[in-house]
């Protein structure tokens, strides 16, 4: 019994669909672990002391985690497609300026727009999965995608270590934006289609900054403890009204 062609083009965008979130799922963790590996010469080429360079990774998750609900919540309002792409487009140029840099503080702030950038493609990747994935398929692509965050983890200090070796620190920041900009054509010439929520619901701007407000002062209050401040702001983040 021959397939119908409306199956067949949907299961077509759903298998294109799960290579582009896969790309994407191996691109951010890899982009955010090598950068570790790249830490000491860094630091040395910008005489940042070990407390600065310390937030490297730490301003990159904290973003991460204050953005993922609102990026979550656009993807539903305007489409999660376009959320996904955006967040690529944010993270190629945040780490194209992280490669320019000329100062410890610069850096830390396009890295904190990084963080930003991977919660609207790890926000939204895993509802495209779940938009275009017949219910039957959803629990093996599910899996797949999983399991690429991983092998970016996993190859992340190889190549990180190996792009420091070769054009030093720079180059773990710039090698990612040409393959960014390749899954961004792949995107626009062959992901057609948009996934959203049929009418757009009202945004919740007070329990994200609540939310964010807990975020930041929870990671900053662990991170000058045993100081009086530190403790004062772990305080606030556990009467936090959430």
Do not use: H
Not at 36 to 46: G, K, S, T, Y
Not at 57 to 78: C, E
Not at 89 to 108: K, P, Q
């Amino acid at each position: 019994m021959p397939v119908p062609e409306n199956s067949s083009k949907n299961a077509a965008v759903a298998k294109f669909a799960l290579i582009i979130v896969c790309l994407g799922s191996i691109i951010g963790p890899l982009g955010m672990a090598s950068v570790n590996i790249a830490i000491p010469d860094l630091a040395a080429d910008l005489q940042a002391n070990a407390k600065m360079v310390s937030w490297l990774p730490t301003l990159f998750i904290l973003s991460s985690v204050i953005f993922m609900l609102p990026a979550g919540k656009l993807a539903d309002n305007y489409g999660r497609k376009r959320i996904y792409a955006y967040g690529l487009a944010l993270n190629a140029f945040s780490s194209f300026m992280c490669g320019l840099g000329s100062s410890i503080e610069w850096i830390l702030f396009w890295r904190f727009v990084q963080g930003a950038a991977a919660s609207m493609i790890f926000g939204t990747g895993v509802a495209i999965i779940t938009s275009v994935t017949p219910s039957n398929k959803r629990g093996a692509a599910l899996g797949i995608t999983a399991a690429c965050i991983y092998v970016g983890l996993t190859i992340a200090p190889a190549v990180g270590g190996w792009l420091t070796e070769l054009w030093g620190w720079r180059s773990v920041f710039f090698f990612q934006v040409p393959i960014v900009l390749a899954l961004l054509l792949l995107i626009k010439m062959r992901l057609t289609g948009e996934w959203k929520n049929d009418e757009k619901t009202k945004y919740d701007w007070w329990g994200t900054g609540i939310f964010a407000l807990f975020s930041a002062t929870l990671v900053y209050g662990l991170s000058i403890l045993p100081n009086n401040l530190g403790w004062g702001m772990l305080g606030v983040s556990a009467i936090n009204p959430i």
